[in-house]
């Protein structure tokens, strides 16, 4: 089990010497320790956002930054640098905060647990890894949204680019032809790599694409801008094995910095206005405590603000700070300041579902899971050399589809996807049984059809449940709710069922496994998808972009929180659609794109 695992990699600690090399001499746990001095930029939150705009920001030696984190170093804990124990990280762990949604109308009224980084580096530090950009097509209507074509993939291509550096795989294998070259980048924080260790899938899945050529074509890199087809994974992890992470790639190198300091383990409860500025309400200053009954501490910006919370935590802190909807706030005696309704509305999210297989094979990995001694043997494998199956997380592949009989779909519902080059779903292949719902079968090999809504149509929401900083957000992905969506799943298991049909499955993929062996008529298959669907956990647009004249959105194109001065939101919040990708990478442009935007307020 993975909990067994944990255990093996908390027993092998000391043996762990790549952990003990982190500089501490910008890095404060407490906020009575901080130096007394002024600071540009406060920035709320040390995630995947939030650590990139503070290096890019300390390039400046004028400016100087605080960034505030509620949460651990990353190096509080071995796991989060291990791909294979990505599963491990959350829910219910130390470097989580460990929501719950309410009741999903759309999943026959289940909650869903809902976790998020609560940790140096954020979300970075505790998700899968996996590295996708989005279509062409999903920043064009960015940019067409906002008026701003600085959004558009065109001009965020160099800033994608910026934000990598590709390196070779953990095995080192020939990677040629399954990547292209051109549209990546090599200099940058976040090391990023192709499949660091084969599994019996590989050679199965791209016989896939020439058996089924008009089904699922060959694509030789998704993070081109047409992701459609399928082809070979990205992730972020280093040739050692590494998960690369915005603790790792963005902060940890220039905490040496003069000019940026560290708070860690420190929640900032709310903004603070200090006056107006050209009329609006200036909210330079932020409010901060340990916990609930520990003392308050406040800490003015004298430039700006700069709110990297995450979907959950940006407009819980707008909210708390009487920015929102009047009626909402004044129901928790929360004084209205400026008027957003839209502030924790439109949240987005993609459904998952793992549809196992039983497969005719001993190099699965379902025993690392359930045998200790193999684990540890790994385990000290990947430490001693960052080689062997804890450097990946098991998807080596992913397919990019559109649903089929568009014409006659589309007549019935409205396409949510961002054009004709952007895929409604994903499929991902996994070498061992895979579920978020169900427990792990104690014996037997599987292999994993995972199947994911990649460009949904429900929208959802994240309000206040009090007005105690302490107390969780009500959180509503509304995960299925839109019929489209549900088709739109079901559809995704139907796909997953072509994908192992084709030849090259003979022999290897012996039976549908458990409840998905069940559910053969789309009746069945509708109430299969809505018993086991949960979420992969990408939420985004609580406080979105939308055009600077506009009443609609929470931010302008600039990322500056509308009605007020001193704010702006940098993380994934602000997109006001969820990309059809994970979005990690998608995150790390719009940050480097966001400094750059900062840098030209504030020119020095």
Same mark, same amino acid.
């Given at each position: 089990?993975?909990?067994?695992?944990?255990?093996?990699?908390?027993?092998?600690?000391?043996?762990?010497?790549?952990?003990?090399?982190?500089?501490?001499?910008?890095?404060?746990?407490?906020?009575?320790?901080?130096?007394?001095?002024?600071?540009?930029?406060?920035?709320?939150?040390?995630?995947?956002?939030?650590?990139?705009?503070?290096?890019?920001?300390?390039?400046?030696?004028?400016?100087?930054?605080?960034?505030?984190?509620?949460?651990?170093?990353?190096?509080?804990?071995?796991?989060?640098?291990?791909?294979?124990?990505?599963?491990?990280?959350?829910?219910?762990?130390?470097?989580?905060?460990?929501?719950?949604?309410?009741?999903?109308?759309?999943?026959?009224?289940?909650?869903?647990?809902?976790?998020?980084?609560?940790?140096?580096?954020?979300?970075?530090?505790?998700?899968?890894?996996?590295?996708?950009?989005?279509?062409?097509?999903?920043?064009?209507?960015?940019?067409?949204?906002?008026?701003?074509?600085?959004?558009?993939?065109?001009?965020?291509?160099?800033?994608?680019?910026?934000?990598?550096? #590709?390196?070779?795989?953990?095995?080192?294998?020939? @990677? !040629? *032809?399954?990547?292209?070259?051109?549209?990546? =980048? +090599?200099?940058? $924080?976040?090391?990023?790599?192709?499949?660091?260790?084969?599994?019996?899938?590989?050679?199965?899945?791209?016989?896939?694409?020439?058996?089924?050529?008009?089904?699922?074509?060959?694509?030789?890199?998704?993070?081109?801008?047409?992701?459609?087809? #399928?082809?070979?994974?990205?992730?972020?992890?280093? @040739? !050692? *094995?590494?998960?690369?992470?915005?603790?790792? =790639? +963005?902060?940890? $190198?220039?905490?040496?910095?003069?000019?940026?300091?560290?708070?860690?383990?420190?929640?900032?409860?709310?903004?603070?206005?200090?006056?107006?500025?050209?009329?609006?309400?200036?909210?330079?200053?932020?409010?901060?405590?340990?916990?609930?009954?520990?003392?308050?501490?406040?800490?003015?910006?004298?430039?700006?603000?700069?709110?990297?919370?995450?979907?959950? =935590?940006?407009?819980?802190?707008?909210?708390?700070?009487?920015?929102?909807?009047?009626?909402?706030?004044?129901?928790?005696?929360?004084?209205?300041?400026?008027?957003?309704?839209?502030?924790?509305?439109?949240?987005?999210?993609?459904?998952?579902?793992?549809?196992?297989?039983?497969?005719?094979?001993?190099?699965?990995?379902?025993?690392?899971?359930?045998?200790?001694?193999?684990?540890?043997?790994?385990?000290?494998?990947?430490?001693?050399?960052?080689?062997?199956?804890?450097?990946?997380?098991?998807?080596?592949?992913?397919?990019?589809?559109?649903?089929?009989?568009?014409?006659?779909?589309?007549?019935?519902?409205?396409?949510?996807?961002?054009?004709?080059?952007?895929?409604?779903?994903?499929?991902?292949?996994?070498?061992?049984?895979?579920?978020?719902?169900?427990?792990?079968?104690?014996?037997?090999?599987?292999?994993?059809?995972?199947?994911?809504?990649?460009?949904?149509?429900?929208?959802?929401?994240?309000?206040?449940?009090?007005?105690?900083?302490?107390?969780?957000?009500?959180?509503?992905?509304?995960?299925?709710?839109?019929?489209?969506?549900?088709?739109?799943?079901?559809?995704?298991?139907?796909?997953?069922?072509?994908?192992?049909?084709?030849?090259?499955?003979?022999?290897?993929?012996?039976?549908?496994?458990?409840?998905?062996?069940?559910?053969?008529?789309?009746?069945?298959?509708?109430?299969?998808?809505?018993?086991?669907?949960?979420?992969?956990?990408?939420?985004?647009?609580?406080?979105?972009?939308?055009?600077?004249?506009?009443?609609?959105?929470?931010?302008?194109?600039?990322?500056?929180?509308?009605?007020?001065?001193?704010?702006?939101?940098?993380?994934?919040?602000?997109?006001?659609?969820?990309?059809?990708?994970?979005?990690?990478?998608?995150?790390?442009?719009?940050?480097?794109?966001?400094?750059?935007?900062?840098?030209?307020?504030?020119?020095?």
């Amino acid at each position: 089990m993975r909990s067994q695992l944990r255990v093996v990699a908390h027993a092998l600690v000391a043996a762990l010497v790549y952990y003990a090399s982190i500089a501490h001499c910008a890095l404060y746990d407490n906020p009575a320790l901080l130096p007394p001095k002024a600071y540009d930029f406060v920035i709320v939150g040390a995630g995947t956002a939030g650590n990139a705009v503070a290096n890019r920001l300390t390039e400046v030696p004028s400016f100087s930054v605080l960034v505030i984190e509620a949460g651990l170093s990353n190096r509080a804990v071995v796991d989060d640098q291990v791909p294979l124990l990505d599963s491990t990280l959350a829910p219910d762990t130390s470097i989580t905060w460990n929501y719950t949604t309410t009741e999903q109308i759309g999943l026959l009224n289940r909650t869903v647990v809902y976790p998020r980084g609560r940790v140096l580096g954020g979300t970075s530090t505790i998700n899968f890894c996996v590295w996708t950009r989005g279509s062409a097509d999903d920043w064009d209507r960015y940019a067409n949204v906002t008026g701003d074509p600085g959004w558009s993939w065109n001009e965020m291509l160099p800033y994608m680019k910026k934000s990598e550096r #590709l390196v070779p795989p953990s095995d080192h294998h020939d @990677t !040629f *032809g399954q990547f292209n070259p051109v549209v990546h =980048g +090599y200099d940058g $924080p976040i090391h990023i790599s192709l499949a660091g260790v084969s599994t019996p899938l590989d050679p199965l899945v791209f016989e896939t694409t020439y058996q089924l050529p008009q089904r699922f074509p060959y694509n030789m890199d998704f993070n081109s801008g047409y992701p459609l087809g #399928l082809g070979w994974s990205q992730g972020a992890i280093t @040739t !050692f *094995g590494r998960r690369s992470s915005s603790a790792t =790639g +963005y902060l940890e $190198p220039v905490l040496d910095r003069p000019n940026l300091d560290v708070l860690i383990e420190t929640q900032v409860t709310r903004l603070i206005s200090y006056g107006e500025d050209s009329g609006v309400p200036s909210f330079t200053g932020v409010e901060m405590a340990q916990n609930s009954t520990a003392p308050r501490y406040t800490i003015q910006a004298s430039k700006e603000v700069i709110l990297s919370a995450g979907s959950v =935590g940006t407009p819980q802190l707008l909210q708390l700070s009487g920015i929102g909807n009047p009626e909402t706030l004044q129901a928790l005696n929360i004084t209205p300041v400026v008027n957003l309704t839209d502030v924790g509305q439109n949240l987005s999210d993609h459904p998952l579902l793992g549809n196992p297989w039983v497969a005719n094979s001993t190099e699965t990995w379902d025993n690392i899971f359930r045998n200790t001694s193999l684990a540890n043997e790994l385990f000290l494998q990947w430490n001693a050399t960052g080689t062997g199956p804890f450097v990946d997380d098991g998807t080596n592949q992913i397919a990019w589809v559109r649903l089929q009989n568009e014409t006659e779909l589309f007549r019935n519902y409205t396409d949510p996807s961002a054009g004709p080059a952007s895929p409604h779903i994903e499929i991902l292949p996994h070498n061992q049984y895979v579920s978020f719902t169900l427990p792990e079968p104690d014996t037997g090999s599987y292999l994993t059809m995972i199947t994911a809504v990649v460009s949904p149509a429900s929208r959802g929401s994240v309000e206040l449940a009090s007005s105690d900083p302490f107390d969780y957000p009500i959180i509503n992905p509304n995960l299925l709710a839109d019929p489209f969506d549900a088709y739109a799943m079901v559809e995704a298991v139907k796909a997953a069922r072509e994908l192992v049909s084709a030849p090259a499955w003979t022999g290897f993929a012996l039976a549908e496994y458990g409840a998905l062996a069940d559910a053969q008529t789309d009746e069945e298959l509708y109430t299969y998808v809505r018993n086991y669907t949960t979420t992969v956990w990408h939420p985004v647009g609580t406080a979105s972009m939308a055009a600077a004249g506009s009443d609609e959105g929470v931010v302008t194109p600039a990322l500056l929180v509308k009605g007020t001065a001193g704010l702006r939101v940098v993380d994934a919040s602000v997109l006001p659609y969820i990309p059809s990708a994970h979005p990690q990478a998608a995150i790390y442009a719009v940050a480097e794109r966001a400094a750059d935007l900062i840098k030209a307020a504030w020119p020095q």
